[in-house]
């Protein structure tokens, strides 16, 4: 068997999490194989919404087996606080959960450096969600972290060890004062890890790979999306985690030559939360009205998203990154009131049109746009692809000559019921 991978392919929030839950009765297992808590996903059923941050999304359906990978960051506090809100909508996962032993832990100090390098940063700062993303991985690059196996072991000691390093950096270098802020959460980290060490900690490398021979099947949740990759985005404002396709696999411990589908998931418009260059962008009245039907605020820290017309360039350079075999589009609905919606095909930059997605954007790219009719139809209540109106069928067929990939699901609302297969494959 194989793993199927859905990953975001532009600046995150896609809907990766509505999407996972949708497809997860197909699957035996879902796993999450790189990011933290700088995730939030949303999934909506039974008139209630739920927002993980990292437990993957096919937590809420019965017998299923959700593994977080060993790329994973992991954060004691806000994983408690998530079993915590499960627990109180009455879901129990004990059951369901295994933890990669080789995820590294986000230390209260990690935080605090984050937020030291961000003031510090000033003007020029990512805009980062401020869960300790950066510093965990650069620990973890710099062969300096604390993993989840090590909670077995003489754990206190390599704690203090760490922590001591952390202070050191926050006090002489950043000159940041953290003494407050970090008394103020140590005792909630130490009971999240309490709570993580009553979990099924394992080399999740091996039961993943032991349950591909035995026949089960596996889907892969990305989280961010591919324009935050650290190799691939608009670096520096990017996150620290391979969002590709290929951090599947090394965020899981699985061949390449295992993975199956990857499905890439787009929203028909294009948003993106914190700093960093958006060709798209419309800082207008159109920008504001996006935002607001399509409610763009972060699931994570409540920011308003930024939001434009969808980019075919960036879209394209996701696309061959990935490898992906099949689009999925949400959010359709979001666009049901526009008259005219516009698709940018191809950027000009210095009086040159280039259709590549370039090293760098510096905010010089000015979009070239190609008009479509919008449909200016309710979408929320369609059920069936022959319900589309034709300017939908229209949007969705100029995307695929573009891509030359087909668009399997459409979306057009945030419950399950709000998705439709469109059966091309
Ligand atoms: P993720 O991080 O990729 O899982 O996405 P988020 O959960 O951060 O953001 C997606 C938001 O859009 C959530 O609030 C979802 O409930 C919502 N959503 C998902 N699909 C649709 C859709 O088709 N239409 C509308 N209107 N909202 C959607
Ligand atoms: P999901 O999985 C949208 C953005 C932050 C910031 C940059 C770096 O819900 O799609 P970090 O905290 O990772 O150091 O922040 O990346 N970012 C996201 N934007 N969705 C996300 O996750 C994101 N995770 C990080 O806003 O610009
Ligand atoms: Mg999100």
Redesign the pocket.
């Known amino acids: 068997m194989k793993v199927d991978v859905l990953l975001?392919l532009q600046?995150?929030?896609?809907g990766?999490g509505k999407i996972v839950d949708v497809l997860t009765p197909k699957y035996d297992i879902i796993s999450r194989f790189q990011?933290g808590p700088?995730?939030?996903?949303t999934l909506e059923f039974n008139d209630i919404k739920h927002i993980l941050h990292t437990i993957p999304s096919g937590i809420f359906r019965k017998n299923k087996i959700n593994v977080i990978g060993n790329g994973v960051v992991i954060d004691p506090i806000i994983f408690k606080k998530e079993i915590d809100s499960l627990n109180c909508k009455g879901f129990d996962i004990s059951d369901n959960l295994y933890i990669s032993k080789k995820a590294h832990i986000i230390l209260p100090t990690h935080r605090l450096l984050?937020a030291a390098s961000e003031e510090a940063k000033g003007e020029t700062k990512?805009?980062?969600?401020?869960?300790g993303?950066?510093p965990t991985y650069r620990d973890k690059v710099g062969r300096e972290g604390l993993r989840v196996g090590d909670i077995m072991s003489n754990f206190d000691e390599k704690y203090a060890a760490k922590t001591s390093r952390h202070k050191l950096i926050l006090e002489n270098q950043y000159k940041f004062d953290y003494k407050e802020l970090y008394e103020a959460c140590e005792k909630d980290w130490f009971e999240g890890i309490e709570l993580l060490k009553t979990y099924k900690l394992v080399d999740t490398e091996h039961l993943i790979n032991n349950l591909l021979n035995e026949g089960k099947s596996v889907l892969a949740e990305g989280?961010?999306?591919t324009l935050?990759d650290i190799d691939f985005g608009s670096y520096p404002?990017?996150?620290?985690s391979n969002t590709i396709c290929a951090g599947a696999c090394s965020g899981l411990g699985v061949a390449p030559n295992k993975i199956g589908e990857v499905f890439g998931i787009f929203k028909a418009y294009c948003t993106?939360?914190?700093?960093?260059p958006f060709p798209t962008e419309l800082e207008n009245e159109t920008g504001d009205n996006l935002r607001k039907s399509g409610h763009e605020f972060?699931?994570?820290?409540g920011r308003p998203r930024r939001c434009g017309w969808l980019d075919l360039v960036a879209l394209k350079y996701s696309i061959m990154l990935n490898g992906v075999s099949q689009l999925i589009m949400m959010k359709a609905d979001v666009l049901d009131q526009f008259e005219t919606i516009k698709i940018c095909v191809g950027y000009e930059i210095n009086g040159e049109v280039v259709e590549q997605f370039p090293f760098e954007l510096n905010g010089g790219e000015k979009p070239i746009y190609v008009d479509l009719p919008g449909w200016e139809t309710d979408l929320t209540k369609i059920r069936s692809r022959e319900e589309f109106p034709d300017e939908l069928n229209k949007y969705i067929n100029f995307i695929e000559e573009e891509t030359g990939i087909p668009v399997t699901i459409a979306s057009v609302g945030p419950n399950r019921e709000q998705t439709i297969f469109l059966d091309k494959k």
């Open positions: 975001g600046w995150g929030d896609e990766k990011g700088n995730a939030g996903h984050d990512i805009g980062s969600t401020l869960k993303i950066g989280a961010q999306g935050l404002f990017v996150t620290s993106r939360v914190g700093m960093g972060g699931s994570t820290t």
